[in-house]
Each structure stands twice: as structure tokens, then as C-alpha cells.
């Protein structure tokens, strides 16, 4: 599998286990040195937060562009930015979850007006309604809000991943106008049968679509050079586009405009990757010429920060195919076409499968995964989820199984996207909305520190979360089953230098475990159960110890 240059480290990663007896504090430390662990993005933890509903780190942004009209339920700002998700970062709590990216919605300044799309009057606070490319809006924060975000995530051995959005601008509104037509189209409205009526379309009404198969030279929109002007910063601009279309020999068609925006985040910022939006409706290419402009602006950046490297792992770029399933493989179908998304492009898809999966047993997911992800898939990966921003259907939306959701998304192979909340158990069913605004509640922050069953749960996340994170081969390596009844498993990853394993087993409902290790761990090895914080040594190709939890996580422990 093409992973990035690793350093052969799991027996020393014990210490980020779980055990009772220590404080956060004591996790968060020794979830610092983040920059020696072992690290693949085919099985890596994201945390996928909005960034308007995660934390108010910053009350003074909260209103700008008079954007003051009331609103729809959960469609106007609430407060969250920048600042606030740096402050967790500086606490810890990502470290003790074992998250080691984060993805943030779409930073970019948003349409200054709001609209009325039949689910009552919103602002662009999800971040996806594009004003300007080039400009951070005012409401998540500044450019230096950002540089210390990344700069403090890296610190933490964790990355950061924007949002990218090519294929539309924000909504017209008459405060906002709408881009021109050389730019965009404004009908017809997608019907996603075919392979073109599902690009060359709005995604839905007043949602204005860039013209991304076009190769024709266009004008800036003469609303964006009276903005720059007025903001102080149109010669600059120009002399950056000039630059880039010299260098690159690209047509200044209105993709390309986009895509020089977007990568200025990565040799600005040093951020490790994008999430792509709507990759589907786009035309492929679009995104093998994104990815080779990010690659570019990511190799720049690092020349120009040695001192600031993490490693040398590649940028990433993840897409969203909306209803792409693992199982399609490397391929989406769109009836009358298949595409490849994967080559030249994506890393990863966002993988719709596993949010389903209710009634499948957890062997039959992780075989199946594993069986895909080390063969037709290898090189490649997906991202799973249990919950989304815009997933209207997601497992266990009433959050009755929160504990097993956990269990689901984070011992799947391939990598696992946490939605904000997930780990605490966030309303996903919120009164007087409409559609997709009932899944982003905000973070109940007071809820999280004061009430014992969601400290309960929190706790459950984290252990899962950490040794995963402390051991490449649950995400990235191979699945095993060993033993049916109990049900226990190993997962061995192997690649140049570095080897790492483990054994889990599950619905241990007994109190004395009687655990086989199947060869993985050979007689007299002394392995740490990082659920429970027991230690145990093989005897006979099994371990016997008791334990009042149903799972069990093991790793070895090296002297």
C-alpha cells in the first residue's frame, strides 16, 4: 500500500493507552509527541466539525455584514470560529480522543445577505455559500486565527484539512448579485440520471454553477475587483494571478482562477489536505489538475518551512461522491458512464456505506473492508462515518447505540471520520427544523463536564480513539478473525520497516476472559489490555484474566 516514510514505533506507544488510574492531564502530555507515531491516512481519526457550531472561542466575530434577520431554526450563525476550535486543540481534547486531523467546514468569506430556499431563512453560516475565494470570513476568524491553528494542531501531531468547494458560488441575493455568465450558469437544475445531467446543472435552485468544463479566458467579476479595490489589495491580487497563470500556462478559465485561490491556503497556511465538495458534479479531470496544483503549493510550502514539517507525508485530498460505497471499488457508476476518481487525483472517497451497515455483524463489515481496502482498493482508502453534516439518513440517528457506534466507526478498517458530537452523544433530532439543519446543533460544552453519562461515553470514545491512534495496523493494517465465539480478531500491518499488531475482542459478556491470540502473540508476551489498563502474559496461545468490560484491546509491551 503507498503510505508515507514511517518510523517503526507501537511497543512504546503503551503509554498513550487508556488506564483508569491516570488524569486527562497526564494523557494530554503524553499525547504531545504526536511527531514520532507511526501515521497513514488510510487509517487516520478525522474530526469533521462545522466551524460555526463546534466553539465560541471569539464573541467579538459574531456579527458582521449586518447578517442580523431572523432565522430558520439552526440556519443562522451561532458563534463557533476559529479561536474556539485552537482552544481544544491547546487543551488536549483532540489528543485524548486520539484524533490526529481535523477537518473544518469552509472558511472562505460567505455571501453577505442570507436567502430563503423553502427551509426558511439561512445565512451562509456552513461556510459552503462562496463570496470570495481569497478571503476568510469574518465570522470564523483571521488569517492569524488560521496560521495559529495550524501552527498549534501541528505542535499536537495533528493536521488540518479545509474545505474546497469549485463546482458553485453562494446563492444571488440582491445584496450579493450573482457572478457573471461567463463564470457561471443558473439552470437547468440537476436530475443526477446521467453523467451530464449531473455537471452541467445547478445543484439546486439559486446555487449558481461554476462552468468547470469551460477553457474559454474570462474577466474577474466586476463586483470581486470593486471589492479587492475597496479592501485595499486589488494589485496584489492581480500581480499573484499574473504569476500563477504564467507559470502554470493555464487558460484564465474560471476553474483555475478557483484552484489558485484554494492552494494560496496551502503555501500560506501549510495546511496537510483538502475535502473536496460535490466531486461527482464536476468533470473528473477538474480534480487531477487540483491535485497536481496542491501538490505543487504543498511541495513549496515545505521547502520553505523545513523547521515546521511534521513528516513527509503527502497532501491529501479526500472527495465527497455523494452515495459512494467501498464496495464500488476504485469506480462510480453514474448509469450511463463509470468514473475514476482515484489515479491521479483523490486519496480517499468518503465512503456512504458503512452508516447503513445496521443489522450487519462487525465481522462482516471489517472483513469485507479489510478484503477491499488490501486488494482492488490497495494504495488507495475511504473514509467512513456514522453521522454527517448533510447525511439526512445516519446510523442510530436517535443516539440510542452510541457506544456502538463507536465500536463500528472506530475498529472499521480504512480511515474514520468523527462528526462533532459523535463522541458525546450530540442531538442529532432538534425541534422545528428543516432538513439538514437538525444535524448541527452546537457543542453543548457545559453538558460535557457536567453530566456523568456523557463523561461516561466521552471516555469510551477516547480509548477506542487512542489505541487506534497508537497502532497503524486498526485502520490501516489486516483484518483476522480468530475466534468466532468469543468474538476476537487481530489486525497485523506490515510495510518496509514497520510492523505493528494487535488483537481486540468484543461482547466479552463474561467477567473472566478466556481470550485466544491466534499466533499473533506467542507464549510469555506480555500484553496490555489499554481498555481496561490490565496486564496479562500469554500461556498456551490464550489469556485468562477478569475484567468487567466487553471489550478488550491488546497490545504488547515491550521492556
Known sequence: MRFSTLFFLFATLALLSCNNN???ASKTSEAEVQDEINFTWEGATVYFLLTDRFKNGDPSNDVNFDRTKETAVLRGFEGGDIKGVTQKVEEGYFNDLGVNAIWLTPLVEQIHAGTDEGTGFTYGYHGYWTKDWTALDPNFGTENDLKQL??????????????????????ATEEDGVWPDSWVRTS???????????????????????LTESDAPVELPPALEEKWKKEGRYETEIAELDEFFERTGHPRAPRFYIMKWLTDYITDYGIDGYRVDTVKHTEEYVWEEFRAECDYAFDLWKSEHPDELMD???????????????????EYDFGDKKVDYFGNSFDALINFDLRTADGRSYEDIFSSYS???????????T??????????QPFDQARERTYESAIRLILAPGAAQVYYGDEVGRTLIVDGTNGDATLRSSMDWEDIQNNSETKNLLEHWQKLGRFRNAHM????????????????????????????????ALNMKETQKVIPVGGIFEDGTLLRDTYAGNEVVVENGTVTYASPFEIVLFEQVLE
Open 22 to 24: 491516570k488524569t486527562m
Open 150 to 171: 495550524v501552527d498549534a494542531a501541528h505542535g499536537k501531531g495533528i493536521r488540518i484539512l479545509l474545505d474546497a468547494v469549485i463546482n458553485h458560488t453562494g446563492p
Open 188 to 210: 437547468p437544475k440537476c436530475e443526477f440520471t446521467t453523467y451530464k445531467n449531473t455537471i452541467e446543472c445547478t445543484l439546486v435552485e439559486n446555487l449558481p454553477d461554476i
Open 312 to 330: 513527509e507525508t503527502p497532501f491529501y485530498m479526500v472527495g465527497e461522491v455523494y452515495f459512494y460505497n467501498i464496495k464500488n471499488g476504485q
Open 371 to 381: 478484503q477491499i481496502l488490501n486488494n482492488e482498493m490497495d494504495g488507495f482508502g
Open 383 to 392: 473514509l467512513s462515518y456514522v453521522s454527517s453534516h448533510d447525511d439526512g
Open 473 to 504: 495496523a486498526v485502520g490501516a493494517g489486516v483484518h483476522e478473525l480468530i475466534s468466532e465465539n468469543p468474538y476476537v480478531f487481530s489486525r497485523v500491518y506490515s510495510e518496509g520497516d514497520a510492523e505493528d499488531k494487535v488483537v481486540i
